[in-house]
């Protein structure tokens, strides 16, 4: 046995360095999989495929499949043991170099196309209930299972990865397990009921208050529970962090009084239409605009009906804005309109405004914002292939600020028009 394990360990350490590995199987290192022989046991209505581990003490399972053709069961039940190993991994073999990967009812997902691993054996499934052994739970393990709606994870499961439950569209209540200590920010994407969230008080991690999941101390806003239309932010908040209301469906947001840093695209791509500053001294709203006070920088902009126009109290604007409100993912926005009070345009600015160049662009200073990044690296540094409206006695200052930034020749001659 200790050759056999030494082996084991050598192979796969071959394996992970060469690439061979997916990021499933190479996740666990320390736990070797026979994989050559496959065990199966029945738990009510599903038939469960598992792996045992080379010393025969833990049990992987890695498919579920309904009994019989046709039966649509409320619950999936993982047993404690199978041939007599503890149950401590959950979750399909996972496919190298791909965009997508298997759930554990081996229905492939593959999001950013439109796949959400949905199986008929898993649409009716209500509950899942998994015994305290498990460990870990793999990548897309639970993905699309559209009728799921609670779910507690077992304690000694330390991380939640890519996936896990994404699309899981009627998820309301999740407990969290105890030991938490990785929490990736797509393990619940397209889960736009999930309301609920609980977690013991001795997790040393994450922290649950207002419906956000607070880190580092109860200073960072890491993530936004989905389905709650206003958000609180807690008064010990300093950060709000990139991505943290990416899943949000929240309409209110209102800042606790220390908050202080907006990271890039902390708010892009939510639903929220109104911003109250409450006692907070760092920013201010304008219009559909909120501000930093001190170099008076643009730091949320809300978008209504595809237009986005910018408060004439912000100065500058730079690629850490967040936009928000009613513009969808991959959308562009139709009209973006710059006053005259913007005098900088930090480097790939444009980039938080949408998937692409507004359809219409104004730029109402007389004289072209200083551009941070100027040259021809490759990237478009202002609006392209769309209609640029400027001052009338500066367009010909305009043509050479396009010039100077390398993005003159994407503009037509008719799209360039003056007010």
């Not at 990785?182 to 397209?190: A, I, L, P, W, Y």
């Not at 938080?352 to 690296?377: A, H, M, V």
Request: aromatic share 10%; glycine share 6%.
């Amino acid at each position: 046995m200790r050759k056999q394990l030494v082996k084991g360990i050598v192979i796969m350490a071959f394996l992970v360095t060469v690439g061979l590995l997916s990021r499933a199987e190479s996740s666990s290192a320390a736990q070797l999989w026979d994989t050559e022989k496959s065990y199966t046991t029945t738990k009510g209505e599903f038939k469960l495929y598992a792996y045992l581990s080379v010393d025969k003490k833990k049990a992987w399972v890695y498919k579920v499949e309904a009994k019989k053709n046709g039966a649509s069961p409320k619950k999936l039940i993982f047993p404690k043991k199978i041939e007599k190993a503890e149950v401590v991994r959950i979750g399909a073999k996972q496919q190298k170099d791909s965009d997508g990967g298997a759930n554990v009812f081996d229905a492939w997902e593959e999001r950013f196309h439109g796949i959400d691993g949905s199986a008929r054996v898993s649409e009716e499934i209500k509950t899942i209930s998994m015994p305290d052994t498990v460990t870990e739970i793999v990548d897309d393990a639970f993905c699309g299972m559209l009728s799921l709606e609670k779910v507690k994870i077992p304690n000694k499961v330390t991380v939640l990865d890519y996936g896990t439950f994404a699309d899981c569209k009627k998820l309301r209540e999740v407990e969290l397990p105890k030991k938490l200590s990785v929490f990736n920010k797509s393990c619940f994407e397209g889960c736009n009921k999930l309301e609920k969230m609980k977690l013991s008080r001795k997790n040393k991690k994450y922290y649950i208050k207002n419906h956000v999941i607070l880190t580092k101390g109860k200073k960072n806003l890491y993530w936004a529970i989905p389905n709650n239309k206003t958000i609180v932010i807690p008064d010990s908040v300093t950060t709000i962090e990139t991505d943290a209301f990416a899943d949000s469906r929240a309409t209110k947001l209102q800042l606790g009084k220390r908050v202080k840093n907006f990271q890039e695209n902390s708010l892009t791509g939510s639903k929220i239409k109104k911003v109250v500053m409450g006692k907070n001294p760092y920013y201010a709203v304008h219009g559909n605009c909120v501000y930093r006070k001190k170099d008076k920088t643009l730091v949320i902009g809300i978008v209504k009906k595809r237009k986005m126009i910018i408060s004439k109290k912000v100065k500058r604007i730079t690629n850490e804005a967040s936009v928000c409100g009613d513009l969808k993912k991959r959308q562009s926005l139709k009209v973006l309109d710059i006053p005259s009070s913007v005098n900088w345009l930090g480097k790939d600015w444009l980039d938080c405004f949408g998937f692409d160049s507004p359809e219409k662009t104004y730029f109402r200073r007389k004289t072209p914002p200083k551009l941070e990044s100027t040259g021809d690296t490759g990237n478009a540094k202002l609006p392209v292939f769309r209609k640029i409206y400027v001052p009338k006695k500066s367009l010909k200052a305009y043509q050479d600020w396009y010039k100077s930034a390398g993005d003159f020749d994407y503009i037509e001659e008719d799209d360039w028009k003056t007010f």
